[in-house]
């Protein structure tokens, strides 16, 4: 059944690259604001080989890494905190916490850059706040939604809050917690895009902002399916991880 599922999702794809090259080539479009599917995957291939899309490859990685990680390892012990809380408190406290996770972190862009500078450790910050989110809350709601028989269980053989925390509760919640992940994921390369076109000198965002400046069409498409190539691999990643982990358990 996954494999029929892959094989229609992949289908899918195949067929929408097939109806771009030939509405393309047919003129259906207009050549000079979408260029032909093979004509980006020839220039994808070109910049490969001199070694420029591997060097903004790379830096962008480096990015939607650092602020998942710092999302991850933020976000967590906050879910786990929270949940410790009384639910009373958990209530008064949820409006704030639902107001701020929609605040765009490019409102505050420049309030960011007054603290950080434009360097790298901005980018990753706005990386970081889209991420937090989806991880925190998935962590708190899959704590609160641990199994009460196991947990009453744990807690009749003496064990403190720590030890029922990271032998029941944080394993009970992991699956929630890789769905939280595995939305940040995406967010990290949507996020990232923006960010790069804000003062980088590298990586696939600040390519796309140079191509479309200087109207090079080629080029921005070549960067928007490449960081589409890469949601779709980090989310089958993400995917396989998941369902694995949660085999094990």
């Known amino acids: 059944m996954n494999l029929i599922m892959l094989g229609k999702r992949f289908a899918a794809v195949l067929a929408f690259i097939l109806l771009w090259e030939i509405s393309v080539r047919l003129e259906w479009v207009d050549p000079q604001f979408i260029p032909p599917f093979t004509q980006v995957i020839a220039f994808i291939f070109a910049e490969s080989a001199s070694g420029t899309l591997e060097k903004n490859l790379l830096a962008s990685l480096g990015r939607a890494a650092g602020g998942l990680a710092v999302a991850v390892i933020t976000a967590v012990p906050l879910g786990v905190a929270l949940a410790g809380w009384s639910q009373k408190l958990r209530i008064a406290l949820e409006p704030v916490l639902e107001w701020l996770s929609h605040i765009n972190p490019f409102v505050v862009f420049h309030v960011i850059i007054v603290f950080m500078g434009a360097g790298e450790l901005t980018k990753i910050t706005i990386i970081a706040w889209a991420c937090i989110w989806p991880i925190m809350f998935s962590t708190l709601s899959g704590i609160i939604h641990a199994d009460t028989d196991t947990v009453k269980a744990a807690r009749s053989f003496g064990l403190n809050r720590f030890r029922l925390t990271v032998k029941i509760l944080l394993p009970s919640a992991l699956p929630s917690i890789l769905t939280g992940t595995r939305l940040a994921a995406g967010y990290s390369l949507l996020f990232l ?45 993400m995917s396989a991880a998941g369902k694995k982990l949660s085999y094990r358990r």
Do not use: C, K, R
């Open 193 to 237: 895009v923006a960010a790069e076109m804000m003062g980088a000198s590298s990586g696939l965002g600040f390519m796309i902002y140079t191509a479309q400046a200087n109207y090079q069409i080629v080029e921005m498409f070549a960067g928007v399916v490449v960081i589409a190539a890469l949601a779709m691999i980090l989310d089958g990643i």
